[in-house]
Nanobody
C-alpha cells in the first residue's frame, strides 16, 4: 500500500517556475515508478511524464519536454516535478501516481492533486 500526497502548487506568472512534491508513505516506495498527470478544467487527464524506481530513467510528453524535470529522492520517499518556463496552458490540477512498471500507463495509487495556476 502506498499513499501519495502532492504539495507545492500555487499561482505563478507566465515564465515562472514551481516545484511540486509527491510525498509517499510506505517503505516500499523505492520499488515504484511514479508518474505525473494533469487535468485542466473541461479537459481529460493528461499524462505529463514519469520516472522509474531508481531515477535513472525519465519520460516526458512533448508539450513539457525541456521545461519540466522529474526527479526523486528515495531516502525521503519523495518525487519532484520541477516546472520552468510555465505557460498559461500549463494551468491544471497536477497529480502523482505510482505503479510497478515504468512502461505502463496504468497506475494503482494516486494522490489527491495540487492546483497550479499560471497567469498571463
Amino acid at each position: 500500500q502506498v499513499q501519495l500526497v502532492e504539495s507545492g502548487g500555487g499561482l505563478v506568472q507566465a515564465g515562472g517556475s514551481l516545484r511540486l512534491s509527491c510525498g509517499a508513505s510506505g517503505r516500499t516506495f523505492r520499488n515504484y515508478a511514479v508518474g505525473w498527470f494533469r487535468q485542466a478544467p473541461g479537459k481529460e487527464r493528461e499524462f505529463v511524464g514519469n520516472i522509474n524506481w531508481s531515477g535513472g530513467f525519465t519520460y516526458y510528453v512533448d508539450s513539457v519536454k525541456g521545461r519540466f524535470t522529474i526527479s526523486r529522492d528515495n531516502a525521503k520517499n519523495t518525487v519532484y516535478l520541477q516546472m520552468n518556463s510555465l505557460k498559461p496552458e500549463d494551468t491544471a490540477v497536477y497529480s502523482c501516481a505510482a505503479n510497478t512498471d515504468f512502461y505502463s500507463r496504468e497506475y494503482k495509487y494516486w494522490g489527491q492533486g495540487t492546483q497550479v495556476t499560471v497567469s498571463s
